[in-house]
């Protein structure tokens, strides 16, 4: 039901840094972004939800966790994450994906955009 559409990935090199953004449609409780990286399965790297009071609540796969952001513009219906410090390993395809209702930090989203690659590479 949600559309999503990522864009803003990029090659570049470890250390350097690189925000993603995602338009998406409605007002999704769940966002979150993740990636596959070459011979690596689907991996969660940003998860988040927003509380019945408003509350922005984030959770990051331990590997990003103190290095990315994941941030949300409901304004301009935008959902982003932002990546510093990048290294080789980070290197994949990043998908954002949205749910509308449910559990937020888990692997059941069910609407998912095309993905933007990410490159980290010397």
């Known amino acids: 039901q949600v559309q999503l559409m990522e864009s803003g990935g990029g090659s570049v090199q470890p250390g350097e840094s690189l925000t993603l953004s995602c338009v998406f449609s409605?007002?999704?409780?769940?966002l979150g972004w993740f990636r596959r990286a070459p011979g690596k399965g689907r991996e969660g790297v940003a998860r988040?939800?927003?509380?019945?009071?408003?509350?922005?609540?984030?959770d990051y796969v331990g590997s990003v966790r103190g290095r990315f952001t994941i941030s949300r513009d409901n304004a301009k219906n935008t959902v982003f994450l932002q990546m510093t410090n990048l290294q080789p390993e980070d290197t994949g395809m990043y998908l954002c994906?949205?749910?509308?209702?449910?559990?937020?930090?888990?692997?059941?989203?069910?609407?998912w955009g095309q993905g933007t690659q990410v490159t980290v590479s010397s």
């Open positions: 988040s939800s927003v509380t019945n009071t408003g509350e922005f609540l984030t």
């Open positions: 409605g007002s999704p409780k769940c």
């Open positions: 994906a949205a749910r509308s209702k449910g559990y937020c930090f888990g692997n059941d989203y069910t609407d």
